[in-house]
């Protein structure tokens, strides 16, 4: 099989490059990235030799280029997971969200449809269900639980969501949607959460939790994310949608005093700063259905999870440092300087 993979020079992506390589050495992965300020060619470094492996930069809605590849390359599946990912971007300057997430999901599947209806898949996220209160612990979100999305990012994910089951049902593209929970591991881009206050800590700088630090998120390590949306892709029901998340809901301010503590560093870190517009207050996901139908369970725990994640950012420090090093000052210093 050869399966596009689009946004693979990004965390999940690339993760998930690495995993299906190894996983299933018989397949040709294609990796379409436009290598944004969120796409680093280092995090595909280790499989750029690899015969059965092809990068291409490219923008996914570039239709021209877009159908160009799929003419030269002859996909049997799709995973797309090229988005701009970051709702504190997605709050300062909305616009490329709709230009990537909705506008560039349509070039692919439409490419999908004028090249025999290939598999697609589309990699979505639970905030495309709004949030759940933090009193209420028994709530979960299901695959049916409505649509209510609170920032530009999730609304232009919801957006393609939706835009997704519409070539389902008007056109019949074979389509599934995963909708999975906050991710942690290797090769995070040190703008998202943990990788940024691991980073800060190795340079013993200010911690920035938002608010009081008391939202919470349901974290799943990477590769249990990858390994859920391999087993949709060969054995899921097309036009089905699938929540991943493993049961591992934590405030913000546990996960800061996590990391303080793994790394041997003080509490003095902490800096509480203004909150996120809008911000969600609490994200857990019910995996029941894909539990039952496709036998996914989560294999990493967090208490070992995060310590192996903690350990790849120490042995991999030119990864981060060289991100850092660059124009994501000039972010840093816009979004955290006067908070
Ligand atoms: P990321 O920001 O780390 O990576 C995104 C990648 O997409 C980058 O390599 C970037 O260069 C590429 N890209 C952006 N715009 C592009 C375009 N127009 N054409 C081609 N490539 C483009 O994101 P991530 O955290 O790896 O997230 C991957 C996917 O998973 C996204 O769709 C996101 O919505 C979803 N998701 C993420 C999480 C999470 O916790 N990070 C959780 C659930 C779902
Ligand atoms: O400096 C910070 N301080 C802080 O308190 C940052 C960057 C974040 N936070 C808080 C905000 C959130 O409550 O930590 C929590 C996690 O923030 P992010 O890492 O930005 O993730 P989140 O907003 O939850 O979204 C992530 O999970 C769902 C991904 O970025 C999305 O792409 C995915 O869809």
Avoid at 181 to 191: A, D, I
Avoid at 294 to 322: H, V
Wanted: glycine content about 8%; hydrophobic content about 35%; charged content about 25%.
């Amino acid at each position: 099989m050869t399966i596009f993979v689009t946004g693979g020079a990004g965390f999940i992506g690339g993760n998930f490059v690495h995993y299906h390589l190894r996983e299933h050495p018989e397949d040709r992965v294609v990796c379409i990235d436009k290598l944004t300020y969120a796409g680093n060619l280092s995090t595909l470094a280790p499989v750029m030799d690899n015969p059965h492996f092809r990068f291409v930069k490219l923008d996914i809605c570039d239709r021209e280029g877009v159908m160009a590849l799929f003419e030269e390359e002859k996909p049997d599946v799709v995973i797309n997971f090229a988005a701009e990912s970051h709702v504190d971007r997605s709050i300062e300057d909305p616009g490329i969200f709709l230009q990537t997430n909705i506008i560039g999901t349509a070039t692919m599947m439409d490419a999908c449809r004028a090249f025999g209806n290939v598999r697609y898949h589309q990699v979505s996220t639970d905030e495309v269900y709004g949030d759940l209160p933090l009193d209420r612990p028994d709530l979960f979100f299901t695959e049916t639980t409505p649509i209510h999305t609170s920032s530009p990012y999730s609304s232009s994910k919801a957006g393609a969501d939706l835009l997704v089951m519409a070539y389902y049902r008007t056109y019949g593209l074979p389509v599934t949607i995963s909708r999975c929970s906050n991710n942690y591991g290797p090769y995070h881009f040190p703008e998202k959460l943990i990788p940024l206050m691991i980073a800060n800590c190795l340079n013993n700088k200010p911690l920035p939790v938002y608010g009081e630090g008391k939202n919470v998120r349901d974290w799943l390590y990477v590769e249990d994310h990858c390994k859920a949306i391999d087993l949709i892709v060969r054995k899921g029901t097309i036009g089905e949608v699938y929540n991943v998340g493993g049961h591992n809901e934590m405030a913000n301010i546990d996960i800061v005093k996590l990391i303080i503590k793994e790394l041997g560093k003080d509490e003095s870190l902490i800096t509480y700063v203004t909150d996120r517009k809008g911000h969600d207050l609490r994200y857990a996901i019910d995996p029941t259905k894909i539990h039952n139908e496709l036998g996914w369970l989560p294999e990493t725990k967090f208490a070992d999870g995060i310590k192996k994640t903690i350990q790849w950012y120490l042995d991999n420090r030119s990864w981060w440092e060289e991100i850092i090093s660059g124009e994501y000052q000039n972010y840093y210093d816009k979004m955290y300087g006067n908070r």
